[in-house]
């Protein structure tokens, strides 16, 4: 994961917390021998505390890879809460199970192999916290079909929101400022459309979390 903090401060961000329990470690192990792109601690910390700001019973998850986000979601729910993980790689999402039954989060989950974007609209409202991490071209679609469903209170969490792989950060910031760009790739276009359409949006207030690739942080205000 590319950090957008320098090391030192990303560390310090690390080092505050909250602490990692073994089985984070153990997936921080993984996803760094694999390169697979978690949120990584530091944003983890943050969907846990933001969980536990809003009293999140119920978490959706747009792309839960191997369940590093919901993993850190969990440890926020209560005993009666519910966390859905959506995952189109059949793999991942073994894994995920794995990881959270260790954790003893299992009676929490449900997995949902396949698009995330179909998945929601088979679940009935409403959602908590919401964490949109599946492909940056469709981040809009996925506002869109989960929009109706988030509580009042709630908050939608957008990863990528300054960076990733594939994301032009000079590109984004032009775009978001309403400034010309020449061509951009479509993620990049992605973000910034995400941004814009979410920004605007008058039942929601937005602020931006400046850890690991950026979180856009939407919280329900009607
Ligand atoms: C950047 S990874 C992050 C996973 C997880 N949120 C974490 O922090 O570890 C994104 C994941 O979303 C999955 N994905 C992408 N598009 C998806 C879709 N439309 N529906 C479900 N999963 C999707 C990918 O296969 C990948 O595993």
């Known amino acids: 994961m590319p950090d957008i903090l320098p090391d030192a401060t990303a560390e310090f961000a690390r080092a505050i917390g909250p602490e990692p329990d073994d089985v984070i470690r153990e997936m921080d ?19 846990q505390l933001l969980a536990r700001l809003v009293s999140a019973r119920r978490v959706f998850e747009f792309g839960s890879g191997f369940g590093y986000s919901a993993y850190w979601f969990a440890q926020a ?17 073994d894994q995920a199970r794995e990881y959270m039954a260790r954790g003893g989060f ?25 964490l949109i991490d599946n492909e940056k071209h469709r981040y809009r679609e996925a506002f869109e079909a989960v929009r109706p469903k988030v509580a009042e209170g709630g908050v939608v969490i957008a990863d990528n929101a300054v960076t990733a ?18 061509d951009v790739n479509e993620h990049t276009a992605g973000v910034a459309d995400y941004l814009e359409r979410v920004g605007a ?11 690991g690739e950026g979180i856009a942080v939407s919280h329900r205000v009607d």
């Open 165 to 182: 792989g594939p994301i032009d950060f000079e590109a984004l910031s032009a775009l978001v400022k309403g400034e010309d760009t020449g």
């Open 201 to 211: 949006d008058p039942a929601f207030e937005t602020a931006l979390i400046p850890l």
């Open 106 to 130: 299992d009676d929490l989950a449900s997995y949902e192999l396949g698009d995330a974007i179909r998945t929601v609209g088979e679940y009935a409202g409403p959602f908590d916290a919401v």
């Open 77 to 93: 729910l209560p005993d009666d809460g519910e966390i859905v993980l959506t995952e189109v790689d059949a793999e991942e999402l």
């Open 29 to 47: 192990a993984q996803a760094e021998s694999e390169g697979f792109p978690t949120v990584g601690p530091a944003v983890g910390g943050w969907l």
